[in-house]
């Protein structure tokens, strides 16, 4: 039996549902220390800046989230719907039970992990698969800001060792909406790593005390760095040789797309898991400061090398400017990216911009 393709797609249905299930998990945990952080720790310290900030972060994260929710739900109505008229079945049969079991075998008759793979990189016309490379592109830099930001902050940034979750969820869910989160947390400013770990009585009794440690430690934040190992710009490197290769991959078979995908998720897991926190100025920090200049160069290089080719083609065999932007949309996979990138980086320039 084979438990890759229809209709015994085991593996595939368990790979594209866990997604699902683990980013709902790790939403919830982040948003979780995001409110502890904010509502009984720092509440007291947010100035009307940082609070115009953060509710401006926070109405982006809700239409991220609500985009990315809309679109993959679009997928999988898509999907659920050609199964049933391919068979010439109710979409919703009359019975609790007929609708589970006909979902259940929708399930495994399809293969709705590869298709969204492929939806990505070889569906639609020339612009849609522009927009589909350009989020690729824009996920790169977004997990290298936070791999190396988080661990440059491990010891004194709101974030501690919770950065991990962020960057686990940035793994499961395109990247902007892990991205608004981590501003989030971070509009306080510096503060104790433990910021997380719960109120509990004792700790209220150690508030004053711990105001004064925390101040300390964010004067002493300034002077933290960051040691990017040799894998981070090796890493970079890989992820930008494989994007202009996803085309050719998906066209000889499925099992070198969802291999190749594989790796650029691996890949982008890489600047946190290859840096550690060092101090600013040191041998260690001033070697890091050159790896962490060649990973920004080789990324900036190679994403701007094949942004160059994939829009220069767009450009070339698209309509017109209408074409161009309505590939944004245009299958509910493409859509989940690339919106998420637009609104990802429209939420930056308002974090940026609100004062």
Same mark, same amino acid.
């Given at each position: 039996?084979?438990? #890759?393709?229809?209709?015994?797609?085991?593996?595939? @249905?368990?790979?594209?549902?866990?997604?699902?299930?683990?980013?709902?998990?790790?939403?919830?945990?982040?948003?979780?220390? *995001?409110?502890?952080?904010?509502?009984?720790?720092?509440?007291?310290? +947010?100035?009307?800046?940082?609070?115009?900030?953060?509710?401006?972060?926070? +109405?982006?994260?809700?239409?991220?989230?609500?985009? *990315?929710?809309?679109?993959?739900?679009?997928?999988?109505?898509?999907?659920? +719907?050609?199964?049933?008229?391919?068979?010439?079945? #109710?979409?919703?049969?009359? @019975?609790?039970?007929?609708?589970?079991?006909? #979902?259940?075998?929708?399930?495994?008759?399809?293969?709705?992990?590869?298709?969204?793979?492929?939806?990505?990189?070889?569906?639609?016309?020339?612009?849609?698969?522009?927009?589909?490379?350009?989020?690729?592109?824009?996920?790169?830099?977004?997990?290298?800001?936070?791999?190396?930001?988080? /661990?440059?902050?491990?010891?004194?940034?709101?974030?501690?060792? &919770?950065?991990? &979750?962020?960057?686990?969820?940035?793994?499961?869910?395109?990247?902007?909406?892990?991205?608004?989160?981590?501003?989030?947390?971070?509009?306080?400013?510096?503060?104790?790593?433990?910021?997380?770990?719960?109120?509990?009585?004792?700790?209220?009794?150690?508030?004053?005390?711990?105001?004064?440690?925390?101040?300390?430690?964010?004067?002493?934040?300034?002077? =933290?760095?960051?040691?990017?190992?040799?894998?981070?710009?090796?890493?970079?490197?890989?992820?930008?040789?494989?994007?202009?290769?996803?085309?050719?991959?998906?066209?000889?078979?499925?099992?070198? #797309?969802?291999?190749?995908?594989?790796?650029?998720?691996?890949?982008?897991?890489?600047?946190?898991?290859?840096?550690?926190?060092?101090? /600013?100025?040191?041998?260690?920090?001033?070697?890091?400061?050159?790896?962490?200049?060649?990973?920004?160069?080789?990324?900036?290089?190679?994403?701007?090398?094949?942004?160059? *080719?994939?829009?220069?083609?767009?450009?070339? =065999?698209?309509?017109?400017?209408? &074409?161009?932007?309505?590939?944004?949309?245009?299958?509910?996979?493409?859509?989940?990216?690339?919106?998420?990138?637009?609104?990802?980086?429209?939420?930056?320039?308002?974090?940026?911009?609100? &004062?």
């Amino acid at each position: 039996m084979d438990l #890759l393709s229809p209709p015994t797609n085991y593996i595939g @249905t368990a790979l594209f549902f866990s997604y699902i299930l683990a980013a709902l998990v790790l939403t919830a945990r982040v948003l979780l220390h *995001l409110h502890t952080l904010h509502f009984e720790h720092l509440s007291h310290d +947010t100035s009307p800046a940082a609070a115009a900030r953060f509710a401006t972060l926070a +109405t982006c994260a809700v239409v991220l989230f609500a985009t *990315l929710s809309y679109h993959m739900l679009s997928f999988l109505l898509a999907s659920y +719907t050609s199964f049933c008229e391919a068979r010439g079945l #109710l979409l919703l049969p009359a @019975t609790a039970a007929s609708v589970s079991g006909q #979902l259940w075998i929708w399930m495994l008759a399809s293969t709705l992990f590869s298709d969204f793979a492929r939806d990505l990189v070889v569906g639609g016309t020339a612009a849609s698969r522009a927009w589909a490379q350009t989020a690729l592109v824009w996920s790169l830099g977004v997990s290298v800001f936070i791999g190396v930001e988080g /661990k440059r902050r491990w010891r004194t940034g709101a974030w501690g060792a &919770e950065a991990g &979750e962020v960057v686990a969820l940035a793994q499961v869910l395109p990247v902007s909406f892990a991205l608004v989160l981590w501003l989030m947390g971070d509009v306080g400013g510096d503060a104790p790593a433990d910021a997380g770990q719960g109120a509990t009585s004792q700790e209220s009794k150690d508030v004053a005390g711990s105001k004064g440690a925390g101040e300390e430690r964010g004067a002493d934040a300034k002077e =933290e760095g960051v040691e990017v190992g040799a894998a981070v710009p090796a890493a970079v490197g890989v992820y930008v040789a494989v994007l202009p290769v996803l085309s050719r991959a998906a066209e000889e078979s499925m099992t070198k #797309l969802i291999g190749a995908v594989f790796l650029l998720r691996a890949c982008l897991a890489v600047p946190y898991l290859a840096s550690r926190p060092a101090v /600013k100025g040191s041998a260690q920090g001033q070697v890091a400061s050159l790896t962490q200049n060649l990973t920004c160069g080789i990324g900036i290089a190679g994403g701007l090398v094949q942004l160059g *080719l994939v829009w220069s083609r767009a450009v070339k =065999e698209s309509d017109g400017w209408v &074409e161009i932007v309505e590939g944004l949309w245009e299958t509910p996979a493409v859509g989940a990216m690339s919106m998420d990138a637009v609104f990802g980086a429209f939420s930056v320039v308002a974090f940026a911009l609100v &004062e």
